[in-house]
């Protein structure tokens, strides 16, 4: 049972890539390799996160408030999850890439090395950061553990407890020993190394794609390798970020509180170079002096589009603000998972749903006009992903019912109150974006239907947002409160004998899992392109015949 989530994760990322880059009824393309390119590297990155490692090695003060990554079967999954699920994410990206399929192929004669198609800067930096996790590791395997405080109430003597005069005593976290954590996270960072060499050779041996010339080929190969080493430096940067947390945290023993973890400072700020470290393009994936102009796209575009289409990759920064915010309230989520997962998730849509309705105000203030008629799309949500929305709402409705009741029967607090609150609450942000987009002035200048379309596209983004988040609020339910699932459908409901006081209950789990991988994807649920070519489709190639 231990591999069947793993299993279940890599083979939805696989029909994914798959999906994407054989293109319903168009075929393998150079569009659709960038797009390909872009997925693998959006869900290798979501894959890498270290959240559940950020506090490995510490013993909590308070047991019962916190999850203690401390042991063998804490560790491993906190780790092995982000390391080898973004290592698993790129070499599915180019396991899915199609092999050749006309009769005659075209052979390289030179002999294809890493180094070829390596980004040397960016190889040079991502060795850098690698050292500097392995001596942050070596530093805090010199470090000596010691044992947690609990927390008391104690009273100075002169009153009695009922009438009060008492004091709480918050306690301290304590740690094991540096040698046991540096094993752990070297071994991780020597994964995270071997494994990454591995991929790279994947990248440097994989055959050549038939839609594209030799040049192309050799790009697509540098942008692979460019959106791997951007994000296993984010992983070894974590990785020393977690060393530097351990070996920041303070001796309750010797009454010192304040402490501050300078690692995870550099690891914010490796994380935003590398967000900007924007790989090569592909000169057929767009227009060009290779490429024949597509009919409806000739001609400069409106700046009104331009602004709608930037405001996308804008939207990406929004939701990584909370990231940023994360970094300094760790404590307080980790204290509370369920209710910081839960408004860090909120927290994440409504940054994106602001600036979903602050793109629409912009586009008012700088091209609309108060002359010009609103008009508004015949269909301004796509039967898909309406559909997607709907479903989305009733798993998200049905796993608070569910949880609700077992959470009853096993009398506890109610703990799914918190994800009904955020998400009412992330609906209630949704309207401002909505009413931005019926209700503002119209642009004057622009192609017929193209005004209604920039609509349409904003209200897209509204609900695709609305429904990732209420998704993975569901998610977040099934991971942090399973053992309410365990008593409604019973311990032994699926063959296995598990106490519902028990920490978690697989079945539930996961599924949370898969709902969270269905989050992510519906986050990413591309805009259907305003225009698109009308031209004839290629003839397919005839497939080698078997002999």
Same mark, same amino acid.
């Given at each position: 049972m231990l591999l069947l989530g793993p299993a279940i994760a890599a083979l939805l990322v696989y029909a994914v890539l798959r999906w994407v880059i054989w293109a319903p009824g168009t075929g393998t393309s150079p569009q659709t390799v960038a797009q390909h390119g872009l997925w693998v590297g959006v869900i290798g990155w979501l894959a890498s996160s270290l959240q559940g490692a950020v506090t490995l090695g510490i013993i909590p003060a308070n047991p019962s408030a916190a999850t203690a990554v401390v042991s063998a079967g804490s560790i491993v999954p906190a780790l092995g999850w982000p390391v080898l699920g973004c290592l698993t994410v790129h070499a599915l990206g180019q396991i899915t890439y199609p092999g050749p399929r006309r009769m005659r192929r075209q052979a390289v004669l030179s002999a294809r090395r890493i180094r070829d198609f390596m980004p040397r800067r960016l190889a040079f930096t991502t060795a850098a950061i690698f050292l500097s996790a392995a001596a942050a590791i070596v530093r805090a395997g010199t470090l000596p553990g010691f044992a947690a405080v609990a927390p008391t109430t104690v009273s100075d003597g002169q009153y009695n407890v009922e009438n009060g005069n008492n004091y709480y005593n918050g306690g301290g976290d304590g740690r094991i020993p540096g040698p046991e954590v540096a094993g752990w996270l070297g071994g991780a960072l020597l994964v995270l190394g071997g494994g990454t060499w591995l991929v790279l050779w994947m990248v440097s041996r994989r055959r050549q794609l038939e839609s594209l010339d030799a040049a192309d080929n050799a790009v697509l190969r540098t942008i692979a390798m460019n959106r791997l080493l951007r994000t296993v430096s984010t992983v070894a940067a974590g990785l020393a970020a977690i060393a530097g947390n351990f070996a920041a945290l303070p001796n309750p023993s010797q009454e010192r509180s304040s402490w501050m973890n300078p690692a995870g400072?550099?690891?914010?700020?490796?994380?935003?170079?590398?967000? =900007?470290?924007?790989?090569?393009?592909?000169?057929?994936?767009?227009?060009?002096?290779?490429?024949?102009?597509?009919?409806?796209?000739?001609?400069? =575009?409106?700046?009104?589009?331009?602004?709608v289409s930037a405001l996308g990759a804008l939207l990406g920064l929004a939701a990584a603000v909370p990231l940023l915010a994360g970094v300094f309230l760790a404590p307080a989520l980790m204290g509370a998972a369920s209710?910081?997962?839960?408004?860090?998730?909120?927290?994440?849509?409504?940054?994106?749903?602001l600036a979903i309705a602050g793109g629409e105000l912009v586009l008012q203030r700088n091209y609309g006009t108060r002359n010009a008629p609103r008009t508004w799309p015949r269909q301004p949500v796509s039967p898909a992903l309406l559909t997607t929305a709907v479903l989305a709402l009733l798993v998200f409705l049905l796993a608070l019912v569910l949880t609700a009741a077992g959470q009853a029967l096993l009398a506890e607090e109610p703990g799914w109150a918190p994800a009904a609150l955020f998400a009412a609450g992330t609906a209630a942000m949704a309207l401002p974006a909505f009413l931005t987009a019926r209700l503002r002035r119209s642009v004057p200048d622009l192609p017929a239907g193209m005004d209604a379309a920039l609509r349409a596209i904003t209200v897209h983004r509204t609900v695709r947002t609305l429904a990732a988040s209420v998704t993975a609020q569901a998610a977040i339910l099934l991971l942090t409160r399973s053992t309410a699932w365990a008593a409604v459908f019973g311990p032994d409901a699926f063959g296995d004998a598990v106490d519902p006081a028990a920490g978690s209950w697989w079945p539930a789990t996961l599924a949370g899992s898969v709902l969270g991988a269905a989050a992510v994807v519906i986050a990413v649920i591309p805009v259907r392109m305003l225009a698109r070519p009308r031209t004839t489709p290629a003839p397919r190639p005839e497939k080698e015949p078997a002999e």
């Open positions: 400072l550099a690891c914010t700020v490796v994380l935003l170079v590398m967000w =900007q470290w924007r790989p090569p393009r592909l000169a057929s994936a767009g227009l060009g002096t290779r490429n024949r102009p597509e009919a409806g796209l000739t001609g400069p =575009q409106h700046p009104a589009a331009r602004l209710y910081g997962l839960a408004g860090f998730v909120a927290l994440m849509t409504t940054s994106v749903l």
